[in-house]
């Protein structure tokens, strides 16, 4: 399997301009997540979902969109980027069967808004 | 009040030194609780759950106190690639799984 990937690695956007941050999982995962990392900081919820066809809000969801289609993909959507939004986004995932409840991330992508 | 604090560190120890980092968390519906380790640049990965009765895995234990909403990682014969930062999480049992990220605890092991 090759888990949680999220493409792309890196990316550089200027203010207003819109981007969607891909992130794919081949473990049948239920639940997916976008987290988004501040220098220094601890990872903050974006949004979730907790099956296809099913999205919620997490912590910081303004600015961001996602939807959900398929068991295996939860694109995040920015549209009009603004600085504040540069950060390292991480994906993960979760089986709803799992015991130990460990989330799967992604390597994450880095992005700068100019 | 954040809902959960660490000490940010960093810790600056030589290797073979035990260190400890503490964490406290505000919500006292938590239900799980974790140690995650992040490298720089890379993707938090799950260290160790915390049990109630506490739990050792090698040289890394851990410790939960409900009374005092109180988390410990205790790391014995520190290596130097323990050098890292130290995550820790809570998940308050609903049915989304949502975890909750303290801003970590940075650990640099010198030789």
């Known amino acids: 399997n090759a888990g949680v990937t999220q493409t792309p690695k890196f990316r550089i956007l200027k203010i207003g301009q819109s981007m969607t941050l891909q992130c794919t999982q081949d473990?049948?995962?239920?639940?997916m997540y976008w987290y988004r990392q501040d220098p220094g900081m601890g990872l903050k919820l974006i949004y979730y979902s907790v099956g296809a066809g099913i999205t919620d809000k997490g912590e910081v969801p303004n600015g961001y969109n996602v939807s959900r289609s398929t068991t295996e993909d939860f694109p995040l959507r920015l549209e009009l980027a603004a600085p504040s939004q540069t950060s390292v986004y991480f994906c993960?995932?979760?089986?709803?069967?799992?015991?130990?409840?460990?989330?799967?991330f992604g390597p994450g992508t880095r992005l700068t808004v100019l | 009040r954040k809902e959960v604090e660490q000490d940010p560190g960093p810790f600056n120890v030589p290797e073979g030194a035990t260190v400890a980092f503490n964490c406290t968390y505000s919500n006292s519906a938590s239900q799980s609780f974790f140690w995650y380790r992040q490298d720089c640049r890379k993707e938090p990965k799950l260290l160790m759950s915390v049990y109630s009765s506490g739990n050792e895995d090698g040289r890394f234990t851990a410790q939960l106190n409900r009374a005092s909403q109180y988390i410990s990682l205790l790391i014995r014969d520190s290596k130097l690639s323990d050098s890292a930062t130290y995550l820790c999480?809570?998940?308050?049992?609903?049915?989304?799984?949502?975890?909750?990220f303290g801003s970590g605890t940075r650990l640099l092991v010198r030789p």
């Open positions: 993960a995932s979760i089986s709803r069967t799992s015991g130990r409840r460990e989330q799967f």
């Open positions: 473990m049948n995962h239920n639940y």
């Open positions: 999480v809570v998940n308050i049992v609903d049915s989304s799984y949502k975890l909750i």
